[in-house]
C-alpha cells in the first residue's frame, strides 16, 4: 500500500526558508496531486498547496508569494519550500495524495517544525 | 475563498450515542464535501468523500449526508475508539477546513 513519509529540518530560524519533502512509497506517485497541509499545535488544518506528477501547482493565496513546490518523478518525492519563515509557520507539517473526489486519502504521519533562533 | 464551519465545537458523549457534526459552507459546494478523524499526534484519516461515500476499510457506523451548504457527519453508535476531532473539508476549490469537532467522553 502507498505511504508517505515527510523529511526535513525540525527547526528553521526566522527568515529562513522552510525545505521539506515527502517519499512515496508502496506506489507511483504518477497521476496523483500531491499537497502539502500544516497544524499548528491545537489548531486546525490549512492547506498550502499541492503539485501534479507533470509539475503543475496550486497554492493557498494566503502563502503563495511564499511557497515553491517541486516534484521529482524519478525518486517518487515532491517538496515544499517555505520562505521568510515567522513564528507563525510552526506547525506539524502533512504531506497528502488527493484522490478523485478531492480529498486526502492517505497521509503521512507528519513532522514538526519549529521556527525560532 | 470558501469558509467552512462546524456545530457543536465540542459533544460530550456516551459509548453507544448517536452523535451528529454539522458542516456548512459559505456558498455552495455541491457535494463536493470530505470527513476526517484525527487522534492526537496522528494525522487525520480519511472517513467520508463526495458527502455522502463511505472510505474503504471505514465502519459503517460512519455516514454523511447533505449538499450544497449544509452538510451531516453522523455515528450511529459511538465505541471507545471513536473519541477524537472531526474535520470537514471541500472541496470545490482551494481545499480549506473545518475549524474542528471534538467528541470527548462524557
Known amino acids: 500500500q502507498v505511504q508517505l513519509q515527510e523529511s526535513g529540518p525540525g527547526l528553521v530560524k526566522p527568515s529562513e526558508t522552510l525545505s521539506l519533502t515527502c517519499t512515496v512509497s508502496?506506489?507511483?506517485?504518477?497521476?496523483?496531486?500531491w499537497s502539502w497541509i500544516r497544524q499548528p499545535a491545537g489548531k486546525g488544518l490549512e492547506w498550502i498547496g499541492r503539485?501534479?506528477?507533470?509539475?503543475?501547482?496550486n497554492y493557498n493565496p494566503s502563502l503563495k508569494s511564499r511557497v515553491t513546490m517541486s516534484v521529482d518523478t524519478s525518486k517518487n518525492q515532491f517538496s515544499l519550500k517555505l520562505s521568510s519563515v515567522t513564528a507563525a509557520d510552526t506547525a506539524v507539517y502533512y504531506c497528502?495524495?488527493?484522490?478523485?473526489?478531492?480529498?486526502?486519502?492517505?497521509w503521512g504521519q507528519g513532522t514538526m517544525v519549529t521556527v525560532s533562533s | 475563498d470558501i469558509q467552512m464551519t462546524q456545530s457543536p465545537s465540542s459533544v460530550s458523549a456516551s459509548v453507544g450515542d448517536r452523535v451528529t457534526i454539522t458542516c456548512r459552507a459559505s456558498q455552495g459546494i455541491s457535494s463536493w464535501l470530505a470527513w476526517y478523524q484525527q487522534k492526537p499526534g496522528k494525522a487525520p484519516k480519511l472517513l467520508i468523500y463526495a458527502a455522502s461515500s463511505l472510505q474503504s476499510g471505514v465502519p459503517s457506523r460512519f455516514s454523511g449526508s447533505g449538499s450544497g451548504t449544509d452538510f451531516t457527519l453522523t455515528i450511529s453508535s459511538l465505541q471507545p475508539e471513536d473519541f477524537a476531532t472531526y474535520y470537514c473539508?471541500?472541496?470545490?476549490?482551494?481545499?480549506?477546513f473545518g475549524p474542528g469537532t471534538k467528541v470527548d467522553i462524557k
Open positions: 503539485i501534479y506528477t507533470s509539475g503543475s501547482t
Open positions: 508502496g506506489g507511483s506517485i504518477s497521476s496523483y496531486y
Open positions: 473539508q471541500q472541496a470545490n476549490s482551494f481545499p480549506s
Open positions: 497528502a495524495r488527493r484522490q478523485l473526489e478531492n480529498a486526502f486519502d492517505i
